[in-house]
T-cell receptor, first 115, second 116 residues
Framework: AQSVTQLGSHVSVSEGALVLLRCNYSSSVPPYLFWYVQYPNKGLQLLLKYTSAATLVKGINGFEAEFKKSETSFHLTKPSAHMSDAAEYFCAVSDTTSGTYKYIFGTGTRLKVLA | DTGVSQDPRHKITKRGQNVTFRCDPISEHNRLYWYRQTLGQGPEFLTYFQNEAQLEKSRLLSDRFSAERPKGSFSTLEIQRTEQGDSAMYLC??????????????FGPGTRLTVL
């Protein structure tokens, strides 16, 4: 079965500091991985996705993630945090074994940005 | 592209009542998913439609839950005899049938259900 694990349910960074949100995956087949952001009482918005092309993926709002097969990781980074980045972030893997391609989500990381 | 819409955005009901939620996907998307998100958790898959056919249901979807997608357009999710444990955010997402597994799912704003 495919799964993702997000380490750290809460992360706090100062404004302007590096943002690092961790995601590790487990998959017996090449995974397709996604990062979504959720603002309070809103749906999920795609930040970026890895679909086996370039291992360094650039997304919206200055975020990027690097797929590392050797570490089974897909960590999300942003060089300089902005107050507007405060939100909950979810890592997900597409279930390619069932044929439905449903997403399997991690438990999320709430990012707090300190002034 | 008007995005995925869901109605209502909020629903408060008493235990034992029936509720129905509606999802309107992006018009050309033939894949439609329902997820449930409880506080502090990531969304969990409930059910999947390809066009009008319901092709997978999670074991989370008890017999009190039913979903339809008539004519492959909008979808409804009905919960009968609601229980307090049904309180959650119900999210709908849609996507196209591109390269298998790589399609982006576009999420609606969700329906927040509170069962008293």
């Amino acid at each position: 079965a495919q799964s993702v694990t997000q380490l750290g349910s809460h992360v706090s960074v100062s404004e302007g500091a590096l943002v690092l949100l961790r995601c590790n995956y487990s998959s017996s087949v090449p995974p397709y991985l996604f990062w979504y952001v959720q603002y309070p009482n809103k749906g999920l918005q795609l930040l970026l996705k890895y679909t086996s092309a370039a291992t360094l993926v650039k997304g919206i709002n200055g975020f990027e993630a690097e797929f590392k097969k050797s570490e089974t990781s897909f960590h999300l980074t942003k060089p300089s945090a902005h107050m507007s980045d405060a939100a909950e972030y979810f890592c997900a893997v597409s279930d390619t074994t069932s044929g439905t391609y449903k997403y399997i989500f991690g438990t999320g990381t709430r990012l707090k940005v300190l002034a | 592209d008007t995005g995925v819409s869901q109605d209502p955005r909020h629903k408060i009901t008493k235990r034992g009542q029936n509720v129905t939620f509606r999802c309107d996907p992006i018009s050309e998307h033939n894949r439609l998913y329902w997820y449930r998100q409880t506080l502090g958790q990531g969304p969990e898959f409930l059910t999947y439609f390809q066009n009008e056919a319901q092709l997978e249901k999670s074991r989370l979807l008890s017999d009190r839950f039913s979903a339809e997608r008539p004519k492959g357009s909008f979808s409804t999710l009905e919960i009968q005899r609601t229980e307090q444990g049904d309180s959650a955010m119900y999210l709908c997402a849609s996507s196209t049938s591109g390269r298998a597994g790589t399609d982006t799912q576009y999420f609606g704003p969700g329906t927040r259900l509170t069962v008293l």
